[in-house]
């Protein structure tokens, strides 16, 4: 939570997966325990950053081709 927002994970979760499953999609930037935690451990295109300036556990960054 952030300003007074939650995250609905639910719909967070199935926007990830959608976007991780679509072909022009590179890759999704996530942190590993959200990947675990939301059952998307299965998916290539989702990828930990690793970047130490910026953590993907409240926010997603796309890759596209």
């Known amino acids: 939570m952030h300003d007074g927002i939650t995250a609905d994970a639910s ?3 199935d926007l990830v997966r959608r ?3 679509d072909p022009v ?7 590993p ?4 935690r939301w059952g998307l451990d299965g ?3 989702i990828a930990f950053h690793g ?7 409240d926010h997603v960054h796309v890759q596209v081709r």
């Open 43 to 45: 998916l290539p295109a």
């Open 11 to 13: 719909r967070t979760r």
């Open 33 to 36: 325990h959200l990947r675990t």
């Open 51 to 57: 970047c130490h300036a910026v953590r993907h556990d």
């Open 25 to 31: 999609t590179e890759r999704v930037f996530l942190e």
């Open 19 to 21: 976007l991780a499953l």
